[in-house]
Structure formats: C-alpha cells, structure tokens
C-alpha cells in the first residue's frame, strides 16, 4: 500500500464549481498533514496546513480524520488559476515530508 | 533573489558522462533535500542534509553523490546514470528538520530537468 494516496483524476470542472480532493495515508503514527499546489512545470508550493479541527482560508478548506486516516481538501467557486497538480503531504515523523503523487484539477471557462 | 535557486534548469546527458547539479538556498535555512519527480509518480525522497551533515540516504544508487560544503549549498553529482534516472530533480530547504517539530514548509527550487540517453 502507497504511504499516501490520491485520486490522479484529472478533474475537470466549470469555473464556480466546487471541487473536494481526498487522500489517505497509511502511517497511523504520522503528526502532521499539509497540501501542496504545483503548477505545470513548475516547483511545488505549500498551500496549506492540516489541523483536526479543520481548516480554512478564503475559498480553500481542508479536513482531517484521524480515526479513518483521510485528509480533504475543498474548493468552492473554483478559479481558472486553480487549475494545477493539488499534492497531499504527510509528516510521518521521519526526516522529511512525504509526497502523494497528486490530484490534477483542470478548471474549465 | 529568489530563495532556492537550481543550475542548470535542463541537462542532457549521456550514460558515460559526469556532471553535477548545483543548488543554493538564500533563506538562511538549515535542512536541505533532494527529491526526484518522474512523470505520474511522487516526489521521491533523495537524501537529506542537516546543518550539512547528512541525515537521510533513500535507498538511492551510488550513481548519484551528495555533496553539501555549507548550509547555504547542496551538489548532486551524477555519472554513469540509466535512461531512467531521466526526471526533475528538485532541491528544497527548510529551516528546521521536516521530521521535527511539525514544520511542514518546503521551499522548493524551480527544478533541474534531467535527460540521460
């Protein structure tokens, strides 16, 4: 079983819609959850952390469920500059962080 | 200046040659990584440098060899590579361990893309 997985999609979407992300991660033990934006050919950025009691920043809100080892991540009124790769990421307490192989969203005018 | 800067952008390569990349980071950071991005697969961690000791080999082959003189600088030098290891090599820092203290920020460089033939 991979470490961390995602849906590769790609998801297609019309501008204004709501898209939601999943992933799910296979360490029990792991501390810390984030996701990552990585445009076409370019570098990965972080977007966001992950907290338990859920969080949110403007159009982006991003959930976790310890107890089912699932991490979410929302988008309401989806922009054309969202279209890119959405990265899951897990801290699993080793020395570095650990990649999903990511979710594709392609928003659509 | 940008934070994490990659030279050269793109390589090619052949099996018999050696050459290196070069990475530096300008945000006084004190953790350094390399990972490899293949098409449709994760980033894959490469190896690890923390205050330039290194913390973490990948299981990755003796064809590629780290090399961080400073905090600020990261080599991956590479010879004798398989058509395969053609992929984006990206640098990152951090200012503390990704595995400690919860710090989840990477700060990537823009990419070093790799053609073996």
């Known amino acids: 079983r991979k470490e961390v997985e995602q849906d590769p999609g790609p998801f297609n979407v019309p501008e204004g819609a709501t898209v939601a992300f999943n992933c799910t991660y296979s360490n029990s033990a792991s501390q810390s959850f984030f996701w990552y934006r990585q445009d076409c050919r370019k570098e990965p950025k972080l977007l966001m952390s992950v907290y338990s009691s859920g969080n949110e920043d403007g159009r982006f809100t991003a959930q976790l469920n310890r107890a089912s080892q699932y991490i979410s991540l929302l988008i309401r009124d989806s922009k054309l500059s969202d279209s890119a790769t959405y990265l899951c990421?897990?801290?699993?307490?080793?020395?570095?962080?650990?990649f999903g192989s990511g979710t594709r969203l392609q928003v659509q005018p | 200046e940008t934070g994490v800067t990659q030279t050269p952008r793109h390589l090619v390569m052949g099996m018999t040659n050696k050459k290196s990349l070069k990475c530096e980071q300008h945000?006084?950071?004190?953790?350094m990584y390399w990972y490899k991005q293949s098409a449709k697969k994760p980033l894959e961690l490469m190896f690890v440098?923390?205050?330039?000791?290194?913390?973490e080999n990948n299981s990755v082959p003796s064809r590629f060899s780290p090399e961080c003189p400073n905090s600020s600088h990261l080599f991956l030098h590479l010879h004798t590579l398989q058509p395969e290891d053609s992929a984006l090599y990206l640098c990152?820092?951090?200012?503390?361990?990704?595995?400690?203290?919860?710090?989840?920020?990477?700060?990537f460089g823009e990419g070093s893309r790799l053609t073996v033939l």
């Open positions: 990421v897990v801290n699993t307490g080793r020395r570095a962080l650990t």
């Open positions: 945000l006084g950071h004190n953790a």
């Open positions: 440098y923390n205050f330039k000791e290194q913390t």
């Open positions: 990152a820092s951090s200012q503390r361990i990704a595995g400690d203290a919860n710090t989840g920020e990477l700060f």
